[in-house]
């Protein structure tokens, strides 16, 4: 199982970027591919995910309106659209695959449920 992430940067706030996580190794259509982020001195928090069953998505609050999850399983790729960037999400961005759904508990994405992850992309946002 191999997920690559790629599409971090230097951006101003308001300003948007769009995050790539490339699969192989595994049956793509059968994981769900959540998105997390991990800021200094932070725990990591699950962001968002999109499940492979039904392309149901999950965003976390502090998310909500401004990104967009969405996978092209021909291509074997999720994607992170983030519009709207706050200094706040200032983070090392992760990708990981979990079987079929994507195991939100309380509302919240915990990374303990997902057990292949890809090496991060850093994302830094500029007040």
């Known amino acids: 199982v191999q997920l690559v992430e790629s599409g971090g940067g230097l951006v101003q706030a308001g300003g948007s970027l769009r995050l790539s996580c490339a699969a192989s190794?595994?049956?793509?259509?059968?994981?769900?591919i959540g998105w997390f982020r991990q800021a200094p001195g932070k725990e990591r928090e699950g962001v968002s995910c999109i499940s492979s069953s039904d392309g149901s998505t999950y965003y976390a609050d502090s998310v909500k309106g401004r990104f967009t999850i969405y996978r092209d399983n021909a291509k074997n790729t999720v994607y992170l659209q983030m519009n709207s960037l706050k200094s706040e999400d200032t983070a090392v961005y992760y990708c990981?695959?979990?079987?079929?759904?994507?195991?939100?508990?309380?509302?919240?994405?915990?990374?303990?449920?997902?057990?292949?992850w890809g090496q991060g992309t850093q994302v830094t946002v500029s007040s």
């Open positions: 990981a695959a979990d079987w079929i759904r994507c195991a939100v508990v309380s509302g919240t994405l915990p990374p303990a449920d997902f057990a292949s």
């Open positions: 190794g595994f049956t793509f259509d059968d994981y769900a």
